[in-house]
């Protein structure tokens, strides 16, 4: 009997099924190791106060490197040399072709509230601070859940945070140098009539180059997503397959919605999302597999 617990015991750790079997030595275990609900709020409360300590601390740095965050990082896909343009430029130059090179951007930025540029400075180090330390408090976020978890939750769920910043900051890294000076550029160069000059609020300015660089972020978690999705039962590969048009839908819907009311913006973010949900199926379809496999070796009693 101890024997076939024990192969019970593995095969659930195998298959993800959410410790549905657990020994009572485990049940025994956690119930030794119970905290009380003050006790986890406790703990909670210093996750959370280490987390916030990590965003003031990378805001004081935004802060303290103003030239650098506003003239050079905020302020970069406004003005002409900036790297995205250059290697736009780089490309025109291999096909023989000025069109994708310019000099400076056909618009001006200004304040237009007393408040203006001083309400901007708090808001994008406050921003910059958040991205920065996203890595670690999403670490201290998984600090105060991953105790909870069974042994095979931890199992499937190892390098959750390494994945989830990686793809976060993937998205950030694509969102700033790609969709955002692409976006600005359409925008500031955009005009119904020449006689309409484009001169920008430096507000509206900020909140779109944050709005698309965190979206950016936020929507290159799907792998992450449906990896756990799968792994709890909620998705498979043929539901994802089945479903791939209206997902398309969905993803164009997304676009429209996170991004400026350009084509061209829309689809710049629509391309990888597409990317990334067929990345999503080869993901849940390599889950299934590797728990079929487990499967098999529970079925025919192998260690």
């Known amino acids: 009997m101890d024997s076939e617990n024990k192969k019970i015991e593995e095969h659930t750790s195998a298959n993800g099924q959410n410790g549905k079997l657990n020994t009572q030595d485990e ?6 190791g119970a905290m009380s609900f003050l006790e986890h709020l406790e703990e909670l ?27 050079t990082l905020i302020l970069g896909p406004s003005r002409g040399d900036f790297w995205t343009y250059r290697m736009f430029c780089k490309l025109g130059n291999l096909m023989n072709s000025d ?10 930025i200004q304040s237009r509230q ?19 330390a996203f890595p670690y408090t999403f670490w201290e976020i998984w600090r105060f859940i991953s105790p909870g978890l069974y042994n ?14 990686l793809l976060f900051m993937l998205g950030v890294l694509f969102g700033y140098f790609v969709i955002a000076p692409v976006s600005v550029n359409f925008l500031g160069s955009f005009q119904v009539d020449p006689s309409i000059q484009n001169e920008f609020d430096i507000t509206s300015y900020v ?20 990896f756990f999705l799968t792994k709890v039962g909620l998705l498979s590969p043929g539901f994802l397959r089945t479903y791939r048009r209206h ?48 499967m098999e070796k529970f079925d025919k009693g192998e260690e």
């Open 45 to 71: 409360r210093w996750h959370v106060v280490r987390s916030l300590i990590a965003i003031v601390a990378f805001t004081i740095v935004a802060l303290l490197a103003r030239d650098f965050i506003w003239g």
């Open 114 to 132: 007393m408040t203006g540029q001083f309400t901007m400075y708090l808001t994008s180090s406050i921003t910059i601070g958040l991205i920065c």
């Open 27 to 32: 049940q025994s275990e956690e119930k030794e």
């Open 247 to 294: 997902a398309i839908v969905v993803i164009l819907v997304l676009a429209a919605l996170i991004t400026p009311p350009d084509v061209m913006s829309q689809m710049l973010i629509t391309a990888p999302l597409l990317v990334l949900y067929e990345v999503s199926i080869s993901i849940s379809a390599m889950v299934i597999r590797r728990e079929k496999k487990a």
């Open 207 to 226: 909140g779109t180059i944050t709005t698309l660089v965190l979206a950016a972020g936020l929507l290159f978690q799907l792998p992450v997503v449906v």
């Open 152 to 165: 095979n939750e931890r199992q499937v769920s190892r390098g959750a945070v390494f994945f989830v910043s």
């Open 99 to 108: 069109a994708f090179c310019m000099d400076e951007l056909p618009f001006i």
